[in-house]
């Protein structure tokens, strides 16, 4: 990943325009700002965007890809430059595992196991380990994907009760609902998921990886980046379960960052930078990593995850899902 | 690494040069840019401002700091605030 640059994030209504070969960001209702591109990475957009042509094309010259969330904190979709790193010999081997079904059952089983692992490591050790233990039974015995996202969903069903009783009354979750969440806490989840989902998306995007061909959810399905789902399960934990936690316990979340109607909620414009600055902050921390040897941000331990795919699909080495280690 | 580049022009070169500049580093004073940049970006962003001058009036200062580090950075009067990520 270049280092130079870094992730942009509009948290406020604008507009993108290009000027001086450069971009400029106008706002309502602050100054205008000169971005220079070369400090660009990718841009996150949290919050309404116009954009024209002439930026797109300076974009995609300068290879920035921009993730756009909708009004109620979803991904909504990105602007994607055309595909630089292409080898179809990883695709065609990509493809070929994925059409094995024993080995893509392989990865998909490992996959359900690391999400698990790692939502039982940031909620709750102890009271998630019979669950834990229901779900590596079943996850040995099933047969199909699907079979494989019900024990998951079990799971996961388990995990949130767990993670209620660890919040403030009007945080809690009561179910996992979307499109749009029906309260505060499954608002937030929602919202951490969606820039997860994104930043995943330009690190694969940065590997040969077709998006498109996955192993646990179905590759079936048009315009959706199915392995960028897959790859996302691992990593869901980590950034939103984990910051929820950790941000209603240090009574960071209060009730006035959410908007809520009846039924439904979502983020207002405070809550949603300052959710934008945790996570921004919570990419950059750093791990010492075992094999590696050196220290490694978290924001990379996502483009090491699919490097590690490409490397499981074209030289058969052992892909092992990211857990968390510390 | 992180670099900063003081430039002084004749007037009339002056908005070329900071045309350039904008699109490589932050605006932190009339003639002041700073940011980080590869050993690569460095060498293009030269290659860049030196078509737009004249070498025999003009100059362009760039100080370098080691990879890795920020120069502390004191401040006084109306200062403009620091380039942030989150807009």
Known sequence: MPTAARTYWLTSPCRIRRKDQSLIIERENADNVHIPITDVRDIVACAEVDINTSVVSLLNRHRINVHLLSYYGDYAGSLLTSETSTSGETVLAQARTAEDPKASMEIARSIVDSCAFNVRRVVDRKLLARPYKVLQESIGGARSPEQLMGAEGTFRRSAWEVVDTKLPDWLQLGGRSRRPPKNAGNAFISYVNGITYARLLTAVRLTPLHSGIAFLHSSMERQRHSLVLDLSEMFKPLFAERLMLRMAGRNQLKEHHFDRESNQAMLAEAGRKLVVQTVRDEFAVTVAHRSLGRSVAYDELLYLDALALTRHCLEGAPYKPFRIWW | ?87
Request: hydrophobic share 40%; with cysteine.
């Open chain 2, 1 to 87: 690494m992180y670099v900063v580049v003081v430039y002084d022009t004749l007037a009339e070169r002056n908005s070329r040069i900071l045309r350039t500049c904008r699109q490589y580093l932050h605006h932190a004073q009339r003639s002041v840019f700073e940011g980080h940049l590869t050993e690569a970006q460095l060498r293009r962003f030269q290659a860049d401002v030196e078509t737009a001058l004249d070498l025999t009036y003009d100059n362009v200062l760039v100080y370098t700091f080691p990879p890795g580090t920020v120069p502390q950075r004191l401040e006084w009067g109306a200062v403009e605030p620091a380039p942030s990520d989150i807009l």
